[in-house]
């Protein structure tokens, strides 16, 4: 349907308007910002089956070791 699910976004948008990375959610919280690196971000148009997360997770296990 095009929307990421928990992004927040509002259903009919991409669903990326609520998406954060390397910030938490909660503004209310004391330093959420992510202190750290990001290697890669994979992001799907759908949901990935059972199967396709462990590939995932298999990538990335492989990948960054």
């Given at each position: 349907?095009?929307n990421?699910?928990?992004?927040?976004?509002?259903?009919?948008t991409s669903?990326?308007?609520?998406?954060?990375i390397?910030?938490?959610?909660?503004?209310?919280?004391?330093?959420t910002?992510w202190?750290?690196?990001?290697?890669?971000?994979?992001i799907?148009?759908?949901?990935?089956?059972?199967g396709?997360r462990?590939e995932v997770?298999?990538y990335?296990?492989?990948?960054y070791?």
């Amino acid at each position: 349907d095009g929307n990421l699910d928990g992004s927040g976004g509002t259903p009919g948008t991409s669903g990326l308007d609520g998406l954060l990375i390397g910030k938490a959610r909660w503004d209310n919280l004391p330093n959420t910002a992510w202190d750290g690196d990001i290697a890669e971000v994979i992001i799907y148009n759908r949901l990935l089956s059972s199967g396709e997360r462990d590939e995932v997770s298999a990538y990335i296990s492989n990948y960054y070791g």
